[in-house]
């Protein structure tokens, strides 16, 4: 029964300060997760982000999900993902029923302006992290090049960048050519 608050509270804690959605939450799952409590290793969290955009929903619940489901079965499964959109959800609802009657003030535009260029820090801290696990070689540097490439000025979707990448591991890593 332990193991199943720990998973409460670790998402309940990521979920309160996921600002800025799915990918400025990943360092969060990154440092609390994989680094502070061991979890997860690091290549398997680079396979819970890969397969979390590839699925339905947002990174952080089908993070906390999987990885509730991998500590503490059906119910931590449950209990993590509860945990990652409770206070999300508060908030949301909270803002919704107030954001109109104070965003005209200057406060309410000063906290936001400020808090846009930290998620940004947030998200590049992340790329960074997970960079280091991801670039292993010139071919993983060639593939990542490549879908950034795909993305940023072809704008193709990053399910599509998903299956080119697979595509291209299969050719790159596994010698087969179409």
């Not at 360092?27 to 680079?46: A, C, H, R, T, Y």
């Not at 400020?114 to 071919?139: E, N, Q």
């Not at 990448?165 to 596994?174: A, H, T």
Request: charged share 10%.
């Amino acid at each position: 029964m332990n193991i199943l608050w720990k998973i409460f509270f670790s998402f309940l804690k990521i979920g309160a300060f996921s600002f800025g959605g799915g990918y400025a939450v990943i360092s969060m799952i990154q440092k609390d997760i994989v680094l502070d409590k061991g979890w997860i290793n690091p290549e398997e969290f680079i396979d819970i982000v890969a397969i979390a955009e590839m699925t339905p929903g947002p990174i952080a619940v089908n993070s906390s999900t999987y990885i509730g489901y991998k500590m503490g079965g059906l119910l931590g499964s449950l209990l993590g993902t509860i945990g990652v959109v409770l206070i999300p959800t508060i908030l949301a609802l909270t803002v919704s029923i107030y954001f109109n009657k104070f965003k005209h003030l200057d406060w309410v535009k000063w906290v936001l302006k400020g808090i846009r260029p930290a998620v940004l820090g947030i998200i590049a801290a992340a790329c960074f992290t997970i960079g280091k696990v991801s670039f292993v070689d010139l071919k993983s540097v060639i593939i990542g090049l490549i879908i950034f490439l795909g993305v940023y000025k072809l704008k193709i979707s990053p399910i599509m960048a998903i299956i080119i990448s697979g595509g291209l591991g299969l050719i790159l890593y596994g010698g087969y050519f179409i």
